[in-house]
């Protein structure tokens, strides 16, 4: 399998196939797509990798970073050819459903530009040191501390976290909705800024 570029998809040890960590490019994600609608299968799911993640390097960018932008410009790239080419195969938007969405509601985690003023085309934004990137926090712990809430779950860590409540009770459930509660009642100190904040921003009610 080949990306849009022509080059053959390969773990970092040179095999076909899905890299070994899930994070494909945008010429990655839609080489398959396009290979497969072109083989005649009718409905097709792709993952393409956060744009915010530094493909070159560790860490992040923030909105505006020379990196981000370089990053943003390889993807709109990818869709223009990933569209012209179905295009020639007579798959348009005329005939396809394409459908494009966010990731678990993935968002910029951080401050403010250490710049007043940037855009990031014109004037390219660059971020403190600790003005980036994700606080992790012990849930079970500030729920025990702040809600004497012992209830069992797991967690997928990310800027929008996802919870499963262990036994997968009912969205009515009492266990279900005082989880809810006493989440969205947590609080917080913000290393970056010390100040107590509200944990989480929205909390399902």
């Known amino acids: ?24 490019a945008a010429t990655q994600s839609l080489g398959y797509a396009a290979t497969m609608l072109e083989a005649g299968v009718q409905v ?4 393409i990798s956060d744009a915010h993640d530094n493909r070159s390097g560790p860490g992040t960018f923030g909105p505006g970073e020379a990196g981000y932008v370089a990053q943003l410009k390889q993807y709109d790239t990818a869709f223009g050819k990933f569209f012209a080419r179905l295009a020639a195969d007579g ?19 951080g401050g403010a530009p250490s710049q007043r003023i940037c855009d990031g085309v014109h004037v390219p934004c660059t971020y403190a040191a600790g003005q980036k990137g ?34 997968n009770p009912a969205p009515t459930d009492a266990v279900t909705r005082t989880m809810e509660h006493d989440l969205d009642a947590l609080v917080a100190t913000n290393p970056m800024t010390g100040k107590h904040r509200q944990a989480f921003q929205a909390a399902r009610r």
């Open 91 to 109: 798959i348009t938007k005329d005939n396809t459903l394409f459908v494009i969405v966010p990731d678990e509601n993935d968002h910029f985690v």
């Open 44 to 47: 097709v799911y792709v993952y």
């Open 1 to 24: 399998m080949k990306d849009l570029d022509g080059n053959v998809i390969q773990t970092a040890a040179g095999n076909p196939g899905f890299p070994n960590i899930f994070n494909p």
């Open 134 to 167: 994700e606080i992790n926090a012990s849930l079970n712990r500030l729920l025990i501390t702040q809600r004497a809430n012992s209830t069992a779950f797991s967690v997928h860590s990310d800027d929008a976290p996802t919870v499963y409540i262990n036994g």
